[in-house]
């Protein structure tokens, strides 16, 4: 079968890519309001993109009727995110703040999720996170219904028990990110295996 995209409306270019491009990671992010409250909510379109400078990227879009969600108004206003990695410990906080709430709500006190004050940037981060990534934004790329957020690491937080014993690799037997494969489809990465290359001189043409 054949898509045309330039000919497609955007929810069937939507369900085409949330169903092939996955897993896709969650992160739940967390913002700080005017007035000092919390907000959480989970992306799916999201992805660290470089490592030097540290870069994640979010894919933001408003809301149904057009408003701007309180995430990206947070944002434009403090030029600061937290993401928050999600597990299977987070997953119902996490569902909590994708509820349609009204403007202004602590999805995170909703969930009755403990929030500890930012390291270097105003938004809170979760302790219950494996990880969380503490973001300055690095610039705003806006299209009519798409916010792409470029946020730039500058603190990262790690529970101890994710890390192997010199605290250089994730200790696999402990984390386990859940992500989006589509709809209300998740999956968990608790079955790891390694695969490696095979060496080059056994590589023959015509052969894989």
Known sequence: MEFDFMQMEPADRYRLLTNFVGPRPIALVTTRSPAGGNN???????????HDPA??????QPRQDGREKDTVANIRRSGQF?????????????????LSVEPDTDELELAGEAVSPGAQVESGWLPASPCAMECRVERLIEYPRRLLVLGEVVHMHVRPDCLDEQGRYVNPDVYHPI?????????????????KAPPLESVTKGES
């Open 40 to 50: 959480g909510a989970p992306m799916s379109f999201f992805n660290v993109f470089s």
């Open 55 to 60: 870069i994640v990227v979010l894919g933001i």
């Open 82 to 98: 937290t993401v928050n990695m999600v597990d299977m410990a987070l997953s119902r906080t996490m569902l909590v703040c994708g």
């Open 179 to 195: 992500a989006r494969l589509h709809a209300d489809n998740y999956i968990v990465s608790d079955r790891q295996f390694v695969l």
